[in-house]
T-cell receptor
Framework: AQTVTQSQPEMSVQEAETVTLSCTYDTSESDYYLFWYKQPPSRQMILVIRQEAYKQQNATENRFSVNFQKAAKSFSLKISDSQLGDAAMYFCAYRSASGAQKLVFGQGTRLTINP | DAGVIQSPRHEVTEMGQEVTLRCKPISGHNSLFWYRQTMMRGLELLIYFNNNVPIDDSGMPEDRFSAKMPNASFSTLKIQPSEPRDSAVYFC????????????FGDGTRLSIL
């Protein structure tokens, strides 16, 4: 079974600075998808960014980018120019490309933005 | 476009009562998922449907839990009888089944069993 590990329960960053959240996963599959979701205090689960495993190019979405290292099974999220609205729980998630469609989530990282 | 709609947003009830959570997926989506979020276990899949058919219910904790999807625009998750350990946030999500499609989540139902 696949597992996702987020080793940083909490992180903090100064407003306008850059922060990187870590995620590692374990799988025997070669094709899969990876996601980062954001959960603010409002409880919504908001998709931040996604990556297809067979694509070597790292995904970017405005201030959000990933560092995908397939061999190391690592998928970190970089947030540039941090804003107060970025404060939230961030979840890394794995989904098989050929088997089960379910998302397997990490335990989450709580990100605090200091003004 | 309307997102995934869940009701109720909050539910407080007494142990032993029947609880029904409702979900309307995004129109056109053919996969629907029920997740549960707790402090101890994090986010975990309970069950998912493709084209209204249950595909994987291995995450359903026990026979007290049941889920149905009578049509493409509606699903229910029922707990009968409810227990305090069922207290959690329950999320419904939907997606297109094909390819690299993300799951879109509803706002969740916070369930408290007293």
């Amino acid at each position: 079974a696949q597992t996702v590990t987020q080793s940083q329960p909490e992180m903090s960053v100064q407003e306008a600075e850059t922060v990187t959240l870590s995620c590692t996963y374990d799988t025997s599959e070669s094709d899969y998808y990876l996601f980062w979701y954001k959960q603010p205090p409002s409880r919504q689960m908001i998709l931040v960014i996604r990556q297809e495993a067979y694509k070597q190019q790292n995904a970017t979405e405005n201030r959000f980018s990933v560092n995908f290292q397939k061999a190391a099974k690592s998928f970190s999220l970089k947030i540039s120019d941090s804003q107060l609205g970025d404060a939230a729980m961030y979840f890394c998630a794995y989904r098989s490309a050929s088997g089960a469609q379910k998302l397997v989530f990490g335990q989450g990282t709580r990100l605090t933005i200091n003004p | 476009d309307a997102g995934v709609i869940q009701s109720p947003r909050h539910e407080v009830t007494e142990m032993g009562q029947e609880v029904t959570l409702r979900c309307k997926p995004i129109s056109g989506h053919n996969s629907l998922f029920w997740y549960r979020q707790t402090m101890m276990r994090g986010l975990e899949l309970l069950i998912y449907f493709n084209n209204n058919v249950p595909i994987d219910d291995s995450g359903m904790p026990e026979d007290r839990f049941s889920a149905k999807m009578p049509n493409a625009s509606f699903s229910t998750l029922k707990i009968q009888p409810s227990e305090p350990r069922d207290s959690a946030v329950y999320f419904c999500a939907s997606s297109l089944r094909q390819g690299f499609q993300p799951q879109h989540f509803g706002d969740g139902t916070r369930l408290s069993i007293l």
